[in-house]
């Protein structure tokens, strides 16, 4: 079964520092891998994903991420927070070959510091 | 285009009643999906369709059904509600060939 780790309940960053949200996955195979943000009463909506190719994946807002398949982590970056960036992060993988399920992580809350 | 709708957004029920939550794409998808998320649980997957007339189990599908009779429309029935289902039910989609899922803005549920 896939599985997400994202070990910080809460990151919290200056304003024009760099924000980074960690996530580790376990899956059998190849994954496909995605960062979804939801702002508050609002539904999730699709960042970037990883499926195949360059390990480096750039989103929407100026977020990228980068793919470590030894380390099996899926790391979401921005080099420069913004406020708007205030929001709940999630990290989800698939298997490559397997259902057509996508397994969360329970998601980190950012908090951008004016 | 609307995109991926939800009906009704905030709903009070009282413990044991039914009812059905409505989600609606009109982006011609073939997948569906209906998530509930808890606080730091992030979101577990109650059950999924795959094509319309077809339904399978997810991660926590106890307490919940589901009918797929058209394409666009997926239906979440609760019929007979408990405290533990208290929760916001979130529905998604996604065509064939792409593996983005497209959310709705979620219904917000409390069961008494």
């Known amino acids: 079964a896939q599985s997400v780790a994202q070990p910080e309940d809460q990151v919290n960053v200056a304003e024009g520092n760099p924000l980074t949200v960690k996530c580790t996955y376990s899956?059998?195979?190849?994954?496909?891998l995605f960062w979804y943000v939801q702002y508050p009463n609002r539904g999730l909506q699709f960042l970037l994903k990883?499926?195949?190719?360059?390990?480096l994946v750039k989103g929407s807002y100026g977020f990228e991420a980068e793919f470590n398949k030894s380390q099996t982590s899926f790391h979401l970056k921005k080099p420069s927070a913004l406020v708007s960036d205030s929001a709940l992060y999630f990290c989800?993988?698939?298997?490559?070959?397997?259902?057509?399920?996508?397994?969360f992580g329970k998601g980190n809350q950012v908090v951008v510091i004016p | 285009n609307a995109g991926v709708t939800q009906t009704p957004k905030f709903r009070v029920l009282k413990t044991g009643q039914s009812m059905t939550l409505l989600c609606a794409q009109d982006?011609?998808?073939?997948?569906m999906y209906w998530y509930r998320q808890d606080p730091g649980m992030g979101l577990r997957l109650i059950h999924y369709s795959v094509g319309e007339g077809t339904t399978a189990k997810g991660e926590v599908p106890d307490g919940y059904n589901v009918s797929r009779l058209k394409k666009q429309n997926f239906l979440l029935g609760l019929e007979s509600a408990a405290p533990s289902q208290t929760s916001v039910y979130f529905c998604?989609?996604?065509?064939?060939?792409?593996?983005?899922?497209?959310f709705g803005p979620g219904t917000r549920l409390l069961v008494l």
């Open positions: 989800a993988v698939r298997a490559y070959y397997g259902n057509n399920r996508l397994a």
């Open positions: 990883y499926i195949t190719g360059d390990n």
């Open positions: 982006m011609n998808h073939e997948y």
């Open positions: 899956v059998s195979g190849n994954p496909y």
């Open positions: 998604a989609s996604r065509e064939g060939s792409s593996e983005t899922q497209y």
